[in-house]
């Protein structure tokens, strides 16, 4: 994976799968993610959450890399409780507080911004 390596995808204990991207994101990333938590989903039935933490948005690799992204979060939304991006980033400013598939921000501010 180019954008997350392996050791930075993994599923603590608590139920929480943890994001540390580093460059742009690829079709492999999503694919590896998958591999991750799938298994994971099918024995306990879903995440607690998802942390996505990175000192900016990296973006995609391609356009191919963007729809995978889409495919990826419309197969597991209704598995993941809770997601939380802890970045510096602007571009999470558009995120949604609360997506209509009930998904529940984080905390009430729904996105932490990271501060030095």
């Known amino acids: 994976?180019?954008?997350?390596?392996?050791d930075q995808v993994r599923v603590k204990d608590a139920g929480?799968?943890?994001?540390?991207?580093?460059s742009a994101l690829s079709a492999e990333?999503?694919?590896?993610i998958s591999s991750t938590i799938d298994p994971y989903i099918r024995e306990k039935?879903?995440?607690v959450?998802?942390?996505?933490?990175?000192?900016?948005f990296p973006g995609w690799d391609s356009f191919?890399?963007?729809?995978?992204h889409f495919k990826f979060v419309y197969d597991h939304h209704r598995n993941i409780d809770r997601v939380?991006?802890?970045?510096?980033s602007a571009?999470?400013?558009?995120?949604p507080t609360r997506r209509s598939n009930g998904c529940k921000p984080a905390h009430s501010g729904a996105w932490a911004r990271r501060t030095r």
């Open 64 to 68: 191919g890399a963007l729809i995978d």
């Open 1 to 6: 994976m180019e954008g997350i390596s392996h």
């Open 16 to 22: 929480v799968l943890v994001l540390e991207p580093k």
């Open 91 to 95: 571009f999470l400013k558009i995120a």
């Open 49 to 56: 959450g998802l942390l996505i933490e990175a000192p900016s």
């Open 84 to 88: 939380a991006a802890f970045t510096d």
């Open 29 to 32: 990333d999503f694919r590896e």
């Open 45 to 47: 039935g879903k995440l």
